[in-house]
């Protein structure tokens, strides 16, 4: 039987329009929530998510 399930918003914990599967896997994805307007880069992995952290850009000075 194949599990599958909805990812979750790491920011505001709620639904997002993705569903996975046991042999899904994602590298970089883009995860926009419609609840709370973030986007996030997440990888996915056998149902493991994982964030990925970037720095934020510096804003430069003139």
Do not use: F, G
């Not at 995860?31 to 992995?45: A, H, M």
Request: aromatic share 4%; with cysteine; hydrophobic share 30%.
């Amino acid at each position: 039987m194949e599990k599958d399930r909805w990812i979750l918003c790491p920011i505001c914990n709620n639904k997002t329009r993705i569903k996975i599967r046991e042999d899904t896997i994602l590298e970089n994805y883009p995860l926009y929530c419609p609840k709370c307007k973030q986007e996030t880069l997440i990888n996915v992995k056998q149902l493991n998510i994982s964030i990925i952290k970037e720095p934020d850009a510096q804003m430069q000075s003139q």
